[in-house]
């Protein structure tokens, strides 16, 4: 499913009561503008209405993205992402050797929605 307006869309795919956010894209123009947020809660309104009670990202492992998650109420699921995501928040040097392992790695996030 998609849920599109004219600052981006999101799609999503609904199955036993949770939300699975494939792709959230926000045109360059409208970036870091608040719209991403925007859209987000929009789809969380539909979320609710089709009786969703949590809802899981695959955020990419970039400060940006994991900063985005994060203002959203998005928590990563397990031990070692949160450690990673400690580190992507701190001004600690060992950022750049996270990124230098795999910059394509992703992190499993999850909010409980209500």
Do not use: T
């Not at 799609?11 to 970036?31: C, Q, V």
């Not at 949590?54 to 955020?59: C, D």
């Not at 400690?86 to 394509?104: G, L, P, T, V």
Request: net charge positive.
């Amino acid at each position: 499913m998609k849920l599109i307006n004219k600052y981006g869309y999101i799609e999503y795919i609904i199955d036993n009561n949770i939300a699975n956010i494939i792709f959230l894209e926000i045109k360059k123009k409208y970036r870091q503008k608040g719209y991403g947020s925007k859209l987000l809660k929009q789809s969380e309104k539909i979320f609710l209405n089709n009786g969703v009670k949590e809802v899981i990202v695959s955020a990419n492992q970039s400060k940006l993205a994991i900063s985005f998650w994060i203002k959203n109420n998005f928590v990563p699921i397990d031990k070692k992402e949160k450690d990673i995501i400690e580190c992507i928040n701190s001004s600690d040097a060992h950022i750049d050797y996270i990124f230098d392992i795999d910059q394509n790695s992703i992190i499993l996030m999850k909010k409980i929605i209500k």
